[in-house]
């Protein structure tokens, strides 16, 4: 099946900062999403992004569908946005639901 | 606007018993998915609906079965728990179909979850 690699595994951040995770996958996708998982562990979709650039207040993210990858910015960090992101995608052939990847746990210490 | 709603929030049973977790999806959407979380984990999917009828189906263990029912809502019944079946299970819905056919966004959305202990 596809694999999809999310990195940083972890990542610490002052408040403030700005920060890029990122995602690669394996195999070409029509569907690729970014969601927040806080830490009360609801999963919130931040992003329908199977190519091209998109934001959302501090949130942006960007695809580049023929070089399997997608990255996520988050600009000038908040306490609340401190959580786990995961970039799920889906197959392009097939009617397929979304793989996960493994996450980046993000921290953002005041 | 509606969200996905997941009863209950919590359940705790023991080895052996049988568990019943509910999802009602958001208004409209034809998809139903259903996945598994274990602590410190990826979301696993387990099982999807399209229109009722079950349309993929993933890591789902034999003693799990799932409906999707004419009202749309679905239930994912859990036998013979074990101890490894405790998770946190998560019930997601989308509008499949015209999308894929107009190019509009398909966003996937989840419910809260339900917190499945198993002692």
């Known amino acids: 099946g596809i694999q999809v690699e999310q990195s940083p595994p972890d990542l610490i951040l002052q408040e403030g900062a700005n920060s890029t995770l990122r995602c690669n996958f394996s195999d070409s996708v029509n569907n690729l999403q970014w969601f927040h998982q806080n830490p009360w562990g609801q999963l919130i979709n931040l992003f329908y992004i199977p190519s091209g650039t998109k934001q959302n207040g501090r949130l942006s993210a960007t695809t580049v569908a023929t070089e399997r990858y997608s990255l996520l910015y988050i600009s000038s960090s908040q306490t609340t946005d401190s959580g786990v992101y995961f970039c799920?995608?889906?197959?392009?052939?097939?009617?397929?639901?979304?793989?996960f990847g493994k996450g980046t746990r993000l921290s953002v210490i005041a | 606007a509606a969200g996905v709603i997941q009863s209950p929030r919590h359940l705790i049973k023991e080895k052996r018993e049988t568990a019943t977790l509910k999802c009602y999806p958001i208004p409209r959407h034809d998809t139903v998915y259903w996945y598994q979380q274990g602590p410190g984990q990826d979301p696993q999917f387990l099982i999807s609906f399209y229109e009722k009828m079950q349309s993929d189906k993933g890591s789902i263990p034999d003693r799990f079965s799932a409906q999707q029912f004419s009202d749309y809502h679905s239930e994912l019944n859990m036998s013979s728990l074990e101890l490894g079946d405790s998770a946190l299970y998560f019930c997601?819905?989308?509008?499949?179909?015209?999308?894929?056919?107009?190019?509009?966004?398909?966003?996937?959305?989840f419910g809260s979850g339900t917190q499945l202990s198993v002692l």
């Open positions: 997601a819905s989308s509008l499949l179909l015209r999308p894929r056919l107009t190019g509009k966004d398909e966003k996937l959305f």
């Open positions: 799920a995608v889906e197959r392009w052939a097939g009617n397929t639901p979304l793989v």
